[in-house]
């Protein structure tokens, strides 16, 4: 299935059933009097939030939703049927707005949740309720009201408790395959994660945290250079982020060019994300044997001088991901 974080949708709901006009016609009773029910009322749209879901993809293709009209009446009183709700489900973390004002109308942020955002037309009344002491067999009725119709946007942002970031080709991939259930595309070349991934931790009995892998962040990403400024949104919600840097990766200037690149595109889409808990994962150590890389001392004296902590690791070995996961439990006991 594709990823897809924002579509355009169209809803209406249904319209009310007419009233009726029915005279009462009984046996040996020639003056009946009316007995036109009501129209039923129409079905609303429901945007409802589940679990279930980690796209909009289902929304990519069909763009208009109807719900069912609502019957007319009939006579001897029977109201005619309601028309029957229509329910789209919608990721958790889905906010929705009105596409005509820009308007938010909700964020659906917990399981179950739900949104009425076009309610049904009412159904129009029967013959019944226009009787009078001079009108006593009134042939009008009213018709139901039309239903609503709307366009909506709907925006996902990942609900996830950390989030993993990094220059493309650090390893965050291989580090979410090694910490939970997920199973992301790795591959040693850039931007091999072109969607977010999202995985489970378990951090103790009965204690699960959600880890997002946000696709590679590079210089420019706040500005639409890239592919990380179409998933920046999704750092918003996190608690904790996870940089994610490659010892053997060799700058050019500072010590630090790397990790610095993605404090300040960050910083420019959003300054709060740099308020959030952070924990810097030096990784790829298992390479140091063989191959050139950054001294660590001087790497994490330069983050301990930033007032940021970090952990030497091996995605690929699992060096150092017990310790990451106690401190893990540390921050969300």
Known sequence: MRFLDEVVITVRSGDGGRGCVSLRRERFIPKGGPDGGDGGDGGNVILKATKTLHTLYDYAHRTYFRAKNGAPGKGKNQTGKKGDDLILEVPLGTIVYD???NQKLADLTQEGQELLVAPGGKGGKGN????????RAPRIAQPGTPGVERRLRLVLKFLADVGLVGLPNVGKSTLLANLTNAQPKIENYPF???????????????????????PGIIEGASEGKGLGHQFLRHVERTKVLVHVLDITYMPKGDLLEDFMVLRQEMDKYNPD??????????????????AKCRDLAL?????????????????????????????????FK
């Not at 019944?128 to 009108?135: E, S």
């Not at 994300?273 to 063989?290: A, F, G, P, R």
């Open 192 to 214: 091999t994660t072109l969607v977010p991934n999202l995985g489970v931790l378990e951090v103790g009995e009965g204690n699960t945290l959600v880890l997002a892998d946000i």
């Open 273 to 290: 994300l740099l308020k959030k808990t952070q924990l810097v994962l030096i990784n790829k150590m298992d390479l140091c044997s063989t």
């Open 128 to 135: 019944t309720h226009f009787a009078t002491p001079t009108n």
């Open 99 to 101: 596409e005509s004002t």
């Open 299 to 331: 790497v994490q004296g330069r983050l301990k001088e930033m007032g940021l902590e970090s952990l030497p690791v091996s995605a690929l070995k699992g060096d150092g991901l017990e310790q990451f996961k106690d401190w893990l439990k540390k921050r």
